[in-house]
C-alpha cells in the first residue's frame, strides 16, 4: 500500500532521518519504536504529506490511497463544537449542496463549458462523500462513547480523553485504508483502550503506530519497525 525509499530529514544541520526504507502491506500493523526524539513523529508527519523529506521517494500503490494521521497532542480549532468539528471532517453538506445547485444553474445557461462540468463533477463528489461521511458520524460517536453529549457542545468543555476520542472520531469519519497513529492510547480509560484494540485488531488496512504503551503494542503489532537514534534510519 505504502513504500518508503531512502527518507532522509534535517533540522538544520542536525539529521533527523536518513536513508530510511521500508514497505506498508494492507493488513499490515508496524509498531515504529525508539527512544524520544529520534523522528517518530517526524516520518509519521511525512507519510501523511505535512512535511516534504530533504531525499527519498514516498509512493502509493494505489491512486485511491486514503491517509488517517492522528496526530499527539491534537488541537482543536477554538471556540469549535462537535457539529463544526465534525463537518470539518465530513464536509459540510449544506454548503457543499448550495455550490451545487449554484453550479447547475450555471450549466443551464448554455452548453460547451468543460471547465464548469468538471468543477460540478468534483462538487458532486464531495457531496456524496461528505453525505456518508456524516451518516456515519452518530455511529463512530457513540462507539467511542460521546453519543450522548450534545453536539452543540464547545470542544473546549471536554475532558482531555473525550478529546482524544473525538480526534479519533475525525480519522475514522473518513474511511482510511492507511492508518498513522501517534500516541493513541493517550487519556484514554482502560474501556476505551479495549474498544480501540478491538477496532484496530479488526481493521483491514495498513498501520503504522507509536505509542509508549508496550503492552499495547505487544498485542496490537504485527511486525517492529525500529528508528535507530544515531543513524537515524
Not at 6 to 34: T, W
Not at 88 to 96: E, F, K, V
Not at 182 to 205: F, I, S, V
Request: charged share 20%.
Amino acid at each position: 500500500m505504502l513504500s518508503v525509499h531512502q527518507v532522509s530529514k534535517s533540522y538544520n544541520i542536525d539529521p533527523v532521518l536518513a536513508d530510511v526504507s521500508f514497505n506498508l502491506n494492507q493488513g499490515e500493523r508496524l509498531a515504529l519504536v525508539g527512544p524520544n526524539g529520534c523522528g517518530k513523529t517526524t516520518l509519521l508527519r511525512i507519510l501523511a504529506g505535512l512535511e516534504d523529506p530533504d531525499s527519498g521517494v514516498v509512493s502509493y500503490q494505489s491512486p485511491d490511497v486514503r491517509i488517517g494521521y492522528l496526530p499527539q497532542g491534537f488541537t482543536f480549532d477554538p471556540g469549535v463544537t462537535l457539529q463544526v468539528f465534525i463537518d470539518q471532517i465530513a464536509g459540510d453538506t449544506d454548503l457543499l449542496a448550495g455550490r451545487l445547485e449554484a453550479l447547475a444553474g450555471r450549466l443551464a445557461g448554455g452548453p460547451g463549458q468543460p471547465e464548469l462540468q468538471v468543477e460540478y463533477d468534483r462538487v458532486l463528489m464531495q457531496l456524496s462523500l461528505a453525505s456518508q461521511h456524516s451518516g456515519r458520524a452518530p455511529e463512530v460517536l457513540a462507539a467511542l462513547g460521546l453519543g450522548e453529549i450534545s453536539l452543540s457542545t464547545p470542544v473546549a468543555h471536554l475532558s482531555g480523553g473525550q478529546k482524544t476520542r473525538l480526534a479519533l472520531a475525525g480519522v475514522l469519519l473518513t474511511e482510511p485504508n492507511v492508518l498513522l497513529l501517534d500516541e493513541p492510547t493517550n487519556h484514554l480509560d482502560l474501556e476505551m483502550l479495549d474498544w480501540l484494540e478491538e477496532w484496530l485488531l479488526a481493521y483491514m488496512g495498513g498501520m503504522l503506530v507509536v505509542s509508549h504503551d508496550r503492552a499495547f503494542l505487544d498485542r496490537l503489532a504485527s511486525g517492529i519497525l525500529e528508528i535507530d537514534p544515531v543513524t537515524h534510519r
